[in-house]
């Protein structure tokens, strides 16, 4: 049967391994900026401000963007009168970047120091009253991206770990999308192999430029997979943990890799070889990721609630999932 698809494209800049200052200095001025971080990212994005002189620096970036932090962030960006958002860190500032640009209509840039991938896509996962809700919108990517190896040189392993596989988790899903083109599989076949070969040695020896770089390559073209595809029961079930139990965002996807993996295999295998959930099983337990959704928080009692929330909801994925077999692989994520 000829192949038959359809490819999007979007205008989007994506500036890898030059100075993250010195791009930013390059930029086209918009009058003042606003420069949102996480409170441990406050010293870079301070140095942002401190480098480009008109910018005010809003550091209360939470996990999984709970829309009442992004109001508050919305406040003050109002009251500054800024022409720009730039969100410096991992996916807690990226997404209140593109929490607010969604509000607002204005340019943001990204600049990532996670491999967590949200900075290519239209995607923001958003949480209100227990509740995850993603909204898909040409106007939360950001123009301009731009990733700065030397941001990552001090990414501690534990977090370097979960964050790979997070990004992995994007190359994984992209294969079996719906809408997946030959283009996303060479992307996501290539991010799954520059993220395989540099995670245990940038969690082994953390200060590794080359290593870093590989793996930031394999989070840009993972990031850029997700923004193409539609996403299936692993980012479903990822959603629903971390709205619901306010579970870590990376560690989550880090311990649900191999179980949706392995639930999905019949149509991985022949891009990844017989067995994929063992496979990313082994490369988690060699990067000494969280292996159990215990030892993140879960109870064991929260699992029917997980599996009456995911198994009702809508969504793409190859295989169909029946509530029994969700709650198998849910019980074995938990664990571990």
């Known amino acids: 049967m000829l192949p038959r698809f359809r490819s999007r494209s979007h205008e989007q800049t994506v500036v890898f391994g030059e100075d993250h200052l010195t791009v930013l200095a390059g930029l086209e001025k918009r009058g003042r900026d606003f420069i949102v971080s996480t409170p441990g990212h406050a010293p870079a994005a301070e140095a942002i401000a401190q ?61 990532p120091t996670t491999y967590a991938g949200s ?122 943990l971390g709205g619901m139990l306010d579970l870590p965002h990376a560690q989550t996807h880090a311990v649900l890799l191999p179980h949706v993996a392995g639930f999905n295999a019949e149509f991985l295998a022949p891009l990844l070889g017989p067995a994929p959930g063992a496979s990313l099983a082994e490369l988690a337990r060699s990067v000494d990721a969280p292996r159990s959704l215990r030892e993140l928080g879960m109870k064991e009692a929260d699992i029917e609630a997980v599996v009456d929330e995911v198994a009702g909801a809508s969504f793409a994925n190859p295989r169909p999932v029946e509530p029994t077999a969700l709650r198998a692989l849910l019980e074995a994520a938990w664990s571990g």
Not at 54 to 64: E, Y
């Open 51 to 111: 480098a480009l002189g008109q910018a005010d620096v809003w550091s209360g970036a939470r996990m999984h963007t709970p829309v009442a932090v992004t109001e508050a962030a919305l406040d003050a960006l109002s009251a500054s009168g800024a022409g720009r958002i730039i969100a410096i860190g991992g996916g807690s500032a990226i997404g209140l970047g593109k929490a607010l640009a969604l509000r607002t209509g204005l340019p943001q840039v990204a600049i």
């Open 119 to 240: 900075e290519m896509t239209p995607v923001l996962g958003q949480t209100e009253a227990g509740r995850k809700t993603t909204v898909r919108d040409e106007r939360v990517r950001p123009g301009t991206v731009i990733y700065d190896v030397a941001l990552t040189l001090g990414l501690p392993p534990a977090i370097s770990a979960a964050s790979g596989l997070n990004g992995l988790a994007h190359a994984l899903e992209a294969l079996y999308a719906p809408d997946r083109t030959p283009l996303t599989d060479l992307a996501a076949r290539q991010a799954i192999a520059l993220m395989s070969a540099a995670l245990p040695v940038v969690v082994a020896s953390p200060g590794d430029g080359p290593a870093r770089a590989e793996a930031l390559q394999g989070a840009w073209l993972a990031g850029f997979v997700l923004g193409q595809t539609t996403m299936g029961l692993h980012h479903k079930l990822a959603h629903v």
